[in-house]
């Protein structure tokens, strides 16, 4: 229909899982992979995805899959732009003071 998608960044910790994704190469260590992790490889070969590596420190998933340490926690936060908000301003944003 004539739109254009740009390819939807990922952004990854870890440079050889990058690598497997973006090498169209077949090595012998990475045969026992399973089959349904090859949909990230083929997405990136389809243009789809772009995969782009990032510190883990930096890895802003990691506040919904894993336990993390208050500070931590709250630096992901704020990264993320989640704002807390006390029972009373939510009163007040809803409309019912």
Not at 59 to 80: A, G
Request: proline share 3%.
């Amino acid at each position: 229909y004539g739109f254009q998608f740009n390819k939807t960044p990922m952004y990854c910790d870890n440079k050889s899982a990058i690598a497997l994704c973006c090498n169209s190469v077949q090595h012998s260590r990475a045969k026992n992979i399973d089959v349904r992790y090859h949909f990230i490889k083929e997405q990136v070969e389809n243009g789809i995805l772009e995969l782009y590596f990032i510190q883990s420190k930096y890895q802003l998933v990691d506040i919904f899959t894993k336990p993390l340490p208050r500070e931590r926690f709250n630096f992901l936060i704020e990264k993320l732009g989640i704002k807390s908000m006390s029972l009373d301003t939510l009163k007040v944003c809803r409309g019912n003071e």
